[in-house]
């Protein structure tokens, strides 16, 4: 079950930019492999040329989905096309054990002028599959791409969501040993997401997959590791989480500052800690530094959490007006234990948000003040929507140190 499925050893790929030069670029390749030389030659550019792929390498066994992300144009297609076959690399080797499934583009590997099932037929015969094999799974695939009523149609009546289910259903029924996804569940709708997901934790059961995507929830949902491209160099191969945060930053820069929102009660807010990582079922520990000018009563306090700017879950306690919480003028460090947390795997971002006795003025707000990698459970596990329950009890230990702590 762990046997290696993919080794990739420093490929690099180069292109032309120039469609004359390319084709004379290819006509002298053609000529120097007939002569027994490498395809590729020594690795030195031509005018015009560029590497679209540098020495990138990996290893992949079976039962492992590896992440392939990066910004358009970053080699990730190139790398899947290699990996399929479909190009030579011109420098570096690739090894790759069993039969290869693959979805890299809409519609790629279709007739458009045959019926749907006439290309199941023609896409399974490629793999190697006997008409009696072809048999046996079509009535699968046609029941898991859900267009039965249109099966019988040419594909290039077919629009692109019904390109990926037919797409996607042969390429994952087909028993690869190796999947390869390009950037393909971004078309489908929500609830054939889900069962492309359910369909991916099965297939990795016995083969190794390899998922192209722009979507953090999607690769942090399914993948064991990344690989981080940047014009066509491995710039990370590693965990997931780690990929996802520099591919966010070579997107978007360093983290923005967080929103505070607070009335004229508080002078100052700052975080004091937060993890970068925690388990799932884990607990999250918050500490902020408070500075209040005159006393305020604590009555209503929630701790949000967002995926991708969409709500995720929420943890709330109301301290009722016998227990709403009186705090001084001064500085205070007010601590939160929130959870158990029972997220699936992936980066949220953390609000705080604290309200007067009423529950209706605010006092302070302080939007996406952390950002917490949550490690998840098994591969395809899926967020736990339910708000945390709280008690909440009061430290004065130290007579400028007030410690709110909320736990379960």
Same mark, same amino acid.
């Given at each position: 079950m762990n046997d290696m499925?993919?080794?990739?050893? %420093? !490929?690099?790929? $180069?292109?032309? $930019? #120039?469609?004359?030069?390319s084709l004379w670029y290819g006509t002298?390749? =053609?000529? #120097?492999?007939?002569? %027994?030389?490498r395809h590729g030659g020594h690795g030195q550019l031509r005018e015009d040329e560029f590497w679209a792929l540098q020495d990138v390498g990996f290893e992949l066994r079976r039962g492992e989905c590896l992440g392939l992300i990066g910004r358009n144009g970053a080699g990730k297609t190139t790398l899947l096309r290699l990996l399929n076959g479909l190009i030579r690399p011109d420098r570096g080797r690739i090894e790759i054990r069993g039969r290869v499934g693959a979805l890299i583009a809409l519609g790629a590997g279709f007739n458009p002028i045959l019926t749907g099932r006439e290309n199941i037929h023609v896409n399974a015969s490629v793999l190697g599959l006997s008409r009696h094999e072809i048999d046996r799974k079509l009535d699968g695939i046609i029941d898991f791409s859900e267009i039965?009523?249109?099966i019988d149609t040419p594909v290039q009546n077919y629009? #692109?969501?019904m390109q990926l289910r037919l797409?996607?259903?042969?390429? #994952?029924? =087909?028993?690869?040993?190796v999947l390869l996804l390009d950037e393909v569940l971004a078309v489908g709708d929500a609830g054939f997401r889900t069962k492309?997901?359910? $369909?991916? %934790?099965e297939v990795l059961q016995n083969a190794a997959v390899i998922f192209v995507s722009h979507s953090e929830a999607q690769v942090s949902r399914i993948c064991d590791s990344t690989l981080l491209l940047e014009s066509g160099v491995a710039k990370h191969h590693g965990s997931t989480s780690d990929g996802l945060r520099l591919y966010r930053e070579s997107q978007q820069g360093p983290a923005p500052p967080p929103r505070i929102v607070a009335d004229a009660s508080v002078s100052a807010l700052e975080l004091h800690h937060v993890p970068e990582s925690m388990p799932w079922g884990g607990m999250l520990e918050i500490e902020l530094a408070v500075k209040i000018s005159r006393p305020i009563m604590l009555g209503l306090i929630f701790v949000h959490f967002s995926r991708d700017g969409e709500y995720q879950a929420n943890a709330e306690v109301r301290?009722?007006? %016998?227990?709403?919480?009186?705090?001084g003028d001064g500085n205070h460090i007010l601590t939160f234990s929130v959870g158990p947390v029972h997220l699936g795997r992936g980066r949220y971002q953390v609000s705080v948000s604290i309200f007067d006795a009423s529950g209706k003025t605010t006092i302070f707000q302080a939007l996406d003040i952390a950002s917490v990698d949550v490690v998840g459970p098994a591969t395809g596990g !899926?967020?736990?929507? !339910?708000?945390?329950?709280?008690?909440v009890r009061q430290d004065v230990a130290s007579p400028v140190r007030t410690r709110l702590t909320l736990d379960t």
């Open positions: 499925l993919i080794k990739a050893e %420093g !490929v690099s790929k $180069r292109f032309c $930019r #120039s469609l004359k030069k002298q390749d =053609l000529c #120097s492999e007939i002569a %027994g030389r039965g009523d249109f629009s #692109s969501g797409g996607f259903a042969v390429a #994952s029924a =087909l028993e690869p040993d492309c997901f359910k $369909r991916i %934790g301290l009722e007006s %016998g227990g709403a919480m009186q705090l !899926v967020p736990h929507l !339910v708000p945390i329950a709280f008690q």
